[in-house]
T-cell receptor, first 113, second 113 residues
Framework: DVKVTQSSRYLVKRTGEKVFLECVQDMDHENMFWYRQDPGLGLRLIYFSYDVKMKEKGDIPEGYSVSREKKERFSLILESASTNQTSMYLC????????????FGQGTRLTVV | AQSVTQLDSQVPVFEEAPVELRCNYSSSVSVYLFWYVQYPNQGLQLLLKYLSGSTLVKGINGFEAEFNKSQTSFHLRKPSVHISDTAEYFCAVSDWGGNKLVFGAGTILRVKS
């Protein structure tokens, strides 16, 4: 069965901390994505990657960076967490082929205090 | 860039009644459309997708959607809802050659007994 696994379901971090959100997929997918989900705003794309070591900015990259050293793993990094980064973070993956669906992880609810 | 508008933030409906969740997208030469569902405390899963061909698309759990190119719409319907359909529903359109999804703000479907 297809699986995208996010390392934590819930995280509480302090303002100014460096935060790592990890995502692993077992489907050998080329594309991986990080979205942020906020009520009334839907899902907004932070960063995506279409190959190892490749990354592209999404719609809201400010305050975030990413790392993809291996095909199956895509990390989201908050360099210095702030309270306005309190949100649900969703990781997804898809194949490199056109028009295929994205598979999502369960999400990480991050609270920055 | 593509954009998606979900016209209703919340839709309350009684069990066994029909429901329609509305979605409009910005025009493009070629469009690929998706509906995802998110049950409480879970990630997103694909309900159905339109890539080409028949404009009426059937998905899981008895849902269907109709692609209307002239009205740039992709409304989701179910003839008779169940309590278990209570969830948030997201319409999405592909961008960047079909690999990157742009999401609407979501519609919360509340099914009442």
């Amino acid at each position: 069965d297809v699986k995208v696994t996010q390392s934590s379901r819930y995280l509480v971090k302090r303002t100014g901390e460096k935060v790592f959100l990890e995502c692993v997929q077992d489907m050998d997918h080329e594309n991986m994505f990080w979205y942020r989900q906020d009520p009334g705003l839907g899902l907004r794309l932070i960063y995506f990657s279409y190959d190892v070591k490749m990354k592209e900015k999404g719609d809201i990259p400010e305050g975030y960076s990413v790392s993809r050293e291996k095909k199956e793993r895509f990390s989201l990094i908050l360099e210095s967490a702030s309270t306005n980064q309190t949100s649900m973070y969703l990781c997804a993956s898809s194949t490199g082929a056109l028009n295929t669906e994205a598979f999502f992880g369960q999400g990480t609810r991050l609270t920055v205090v | 860039a593509q954009s998606v508008t979900q016209l209703d933030s919340q839709v309350p409906v009684f069990e066994e009644a029909p429901v329609e969740l509305r979605c409009n997208y910005s025009s493009s030469v070629s469009v690929y459309l998706f509906w995802y569902v998110q049950y409480p405390n879970q990630g997103l899963q694909l309900l159905l997708k339109y890539l080409s061909g028949s404009t009426l698309v059937k998905g899981i759990n008895g849902f269907e959607a109709e692609f209307n190119k002239s009205q740039t719409s992709f409304h989701l319907r179910k003839p008779s809802v169940h309590i278990s359909d209570t969830a948030e529903y997201f319409c999405a359109v592909s961008d960047w050659g079909g690999n990157k999804l742009v999401f609407g703000a979501g519609t919360i479907l509340r099914v009442k007994s």
